[in-house]
Structure formats: C-alpha cells, structure tokens
C-alpha cells in the first residue's frame, strides 16, 4: 500500500508565496516521475508541474516562471514552491507519482488527496 500525503497548503495574498511538500510512504521499492495538478472550483484538473527520475522538469504555460517543483529523493517528496500567487492560482493541488511497489512488477499512478491554496486578499 502507498499513501501521498500533500501539506504546506493555506490562505496566501496575492503576489504572496507558499511551498507544497508531498511525501511518499509505504511498500515503495522505487519512485520514477512525481507531478502536481490542480483543481480549481468549476474546472478541469490541470497538470502544472512534472519532474522524471532525472530531474528533468516540465511546466505548464500557467505557471512558467513562477512555479518551482522539485524531490528530495532520499525522502520520497515532492516540493512545489509556488511564487507571485494571483486569485487564478486558487485551487486545490494534488501530488502524483509513479511508483513501482514490492508486489507490482511496472509502475503505477498514485494521487494524494490535495491541499487547498486560496489566493485573496
């Protein structure tokens, strides 16, 4: 069994900053891309951030230049660090991975059940 457990949400003022932490547990034998998405009232979930086993790093139009993401592999999280929030930003964000566990033989996707960000003044 795997569980991500996403913190660091909260109530930030526009132009303010926050940090999202994601941290894998459980029967992991190994940990290959981790992504955020989010959710806004009334929306489609978006993929905003995506980093592979390498590092490499992917992001979304959206938040290009202001979003950060990155993993601390050794702890098996996920960060997001989330700079110049405006109202747009406001949603709820979820951690994903791809991880391989001791009883599966390919990787497979798990969420964790999300952090809400609420940018206002």
């Known amino acids: 069994q795997v569980q991500l457990v996403e913190s660091g949400g909260g109530l930030v003022q526009p132009g303010g900053s926050l940090r999202l932490s994601c941290t894998a547990s459980?029967?992991?034998?190994?940990?290959?891309?981790m992504a955020w998405s989010r959710q806004a009232p009334g929306k489609q979930y978006e993929l905003i951030a995506h980093?592979?086993?390498?590092?490499?790093?992917n992001y979304a139009d959206s938040v290009k230049g202001r979003f950060t993401i990155s993993r601390d592999y050794a702890k098996n999280t996920v960060y997001l660090q989330m700079n110049g929030l405006e109202p747009e930003d406001t949603a709820v964000y979820y951690c994903?991975?791809?991880?391989?566990?001791?009883?599966?033989?390919?990787?497979?996707?798990?969420w964790g059940k999300g952090a809400l960000v609420t940018v206002s003044s």
């Open positions: 459980g029967d992991i034998v190994d940990i290959y891309s």
């Open positions: 980093i592979n086993a390498g590092g490499t790093t």
């Open positions: 994903q991975a791809n991880i391989r566990t001791g009883t599966t033989h390919v990787p497979k996707e798990y």
